[in-house]
């Protein structure tokens, strides 16, 4: 299923949407030919911005009758390539589709539209006390349904939980241009199975999402911030394995190794406080309303956070210096999306993090390869960044496929998974054998085939030889 985009199918996606919400020149269609996935580019034939799920209902039908595969496309900041148009086709972007629906304080509910920006969200509620916690460090620019599609985490995740988790009710349009309503303004619901929860973290194959019911929290009013420069790797993740152990939960626990550091202070000429001979650095972060618990728990996690050798802890008390010491952290992505360089976003068991990051090490002394790794090692997820800087093209072709093999057996090894929050996508499909039984797969083929039995949603996706 490769059927081009003819000049009959280009007239009729400019009478759904409008002639000028299709743009089918080079110049026009480059921005949506890559994400944010390392040097990926694959142009598509056409890119059609829709309003309404209405419109979008239509765009499928023709594209399914003309057998043309659909990429859906959220704010472009992925990192495993699911919005790339691998196959051409029609590039479907839902940044138009950018309303905040309903804000209801009563239900601490709300509803919008897929082309939200993350972060105008999480403001908007804000400012009447609410809090929406998923936070990929890409907020100000990735789109809520394309953090459901990925099923997105972020630092909060550790105490708050990930996309999924408040995710309640859905509008979707299948690919056979059905439009479906699944969940509701219900906490509870148990009709049926959850086609909410399938459709979270589907990565654009199974639906295109069009509206989405969220749960929202009251906002804490009070947060902590620590930051604990450590001289080994080992003695970071053993702290932090014995915070938890303790029973403090914190709302965001970051680990940042030297290396990562390093690339961020030569890029931004910034500094992180007090590394000295640092290996690795935590920022510990605590929130609530109740200050007198805050003040326990914040020395409790200093006393341990130097009972493991920190070499200093820093309590970061104002806005501004939390402020300061989260946009250091938070900019590493971008730092290093500017380099060349191969990202892999690894979880295990927090107790094997300490093995994960040691061997992680070994790994990268084998190849004689850079690696820069941080990541939001509450949950045990650690995003390991292959650096090409300093190797030819033929040593890093050649390294690359083996040292993330390695990466993918050790972590698999220690009961992890290939990916935590970036998604399979079309980078990491042909290691979907490495996490899952042939019979898991063979079951999510079924289902794929369920919703799509033509295959033209997000062709080239997940499955490790889905083709078009
Ligand atoms: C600097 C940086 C930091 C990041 N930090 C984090 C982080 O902390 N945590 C994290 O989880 N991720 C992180 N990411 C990855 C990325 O931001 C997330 O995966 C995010 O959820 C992608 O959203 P998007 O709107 O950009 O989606 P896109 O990249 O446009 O699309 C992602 C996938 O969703 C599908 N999709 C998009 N919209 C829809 C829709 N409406 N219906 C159906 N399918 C759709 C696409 O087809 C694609 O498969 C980071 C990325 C960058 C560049």
């Known amino acids: 299923m490769t059927s081009k985009v003819e000049a009959q199918a280009l007239g009729l996606l400019r009478a759904i949407v409008g002639d000028r919400y299709v743009l089918a020149s080079k110049e ?18 056409v890119v059609v911005k829709p309003r309404t799920a209405g419109e979008v ?3 499928l039908k023709l594209a399914r009758e003309a057998r043309i595969p659909v990429t859906p496309r959220g704010g472009g900041t992925g990192l495993s390539g699911g ?15 950018s309303s905040i629906l309903e804000i209801d304080r009563e239900n601490l509910m709300a509803v919008v539209e897929p082309g939200v920006v993350t972060e105008t969200f999480q403001n908007e509620v804000e400012k009447i006390g609410l809090y929406y916690p998923p936070d990929p460090a890409s907020r100000g620019s990735c789109l809520i349904g394309g953090n459901v599609a990925e099923n997105a985490g972020g630092p909060h995740a550790v105490k708050y939980g990930v996309t999924k988790d408040y995710v309640l009710g859905l509008e979707a349009v299948l690919p056979d241009g059905e439009i479906i309503q699944t969940g509701g303004k219900l906490l509870k619901d148990v009709a049926g199975y959850s086609l909410t929860q399938l459709l979270a973290g589907s990565e654009g194959t199974l639906a295109v999402i069009t509206r989405i019911i969220l749960k929202l929290i009251p906002l804490p009013r009070r947060r902590y911030v620590l930051y604990a420069p450590f001289p080994r790797l080992d003695s970071a993740a053993e702290a932090l394995t014995r915070l938890f152990s303790e029973g403090i939960s914190p709302s965001a626990c970051e680990f940042m190794e030297k290396s990562a550091m390093d690339i961020v202070e030569k890029k931004l000429g910034r500094h992180f406080p007090s590394r000295g001979q640092a290996e690795a650095c935590l920022l510990i972060e605590l929130d609530g309303n109740d200050q007198g618990f805050l003040d326990a728990q914040a020395g409790q996690t200093g006393a341990i956070l130097q009972e493991y050798r920190a070499l200093d802890v820093l309590f970061c008390d104002s806005p501004q210096k939390q402020q300061e010491i989260w946009n250091l952290r938070r900019s590493m992505g971008e730092v290093v999306n500017q380099l060349v360089y191969k990202g892999v976003d690894v979880v295990v068991p927090r107790t094997m993090l300490s093995r994960l990051l040691a061997s992680l090490r070994e790994i990268s002394k084998k190849y004689a390869v850079t690696s820069a790794c941080w990541g939001h090692v509450g949950d045990g997820n650690i995003h390991v960044n292959l650096i090409k800087e300093g190797l030819s093209q033929e040593q890093w072709d050649q390294i690359v496929p083996s040292a993330v093999q390695e990466i993918f057996s050790e972590t698999v090894r220690l009961g992890g998974s290939i990916t935590a929050e970036h ?12 996490r899952l039984g042939q019979a898991e797969i063979r079951l999510m083929r079924r289902i794929k085939g369920v919703f799509d039995p033509d295959n033209i949603l997000n062709p080239g996706k997940i499955f490790p030889d889905y083709s078009a």
Request: glycine share 8%; charged share 15%.
């Open 28 to 45: 026009d269609t480059q921005p949506y030919a890559s994400d944010a996935t390392e040097h990926f580019v694959f142009y598509p034939e």
């Open 57 to 59: 209902s239509q765009i």
């Open 83 to 97: 919005a790339l148009p691998v196959f051409g086709g029609i590039l479907l972007s839902l940044e138009r589709m």
């Open 423 to 434: 998604g399979v996508g079309f980078i990491h499909k042909k290691y979907l054998p490495m």
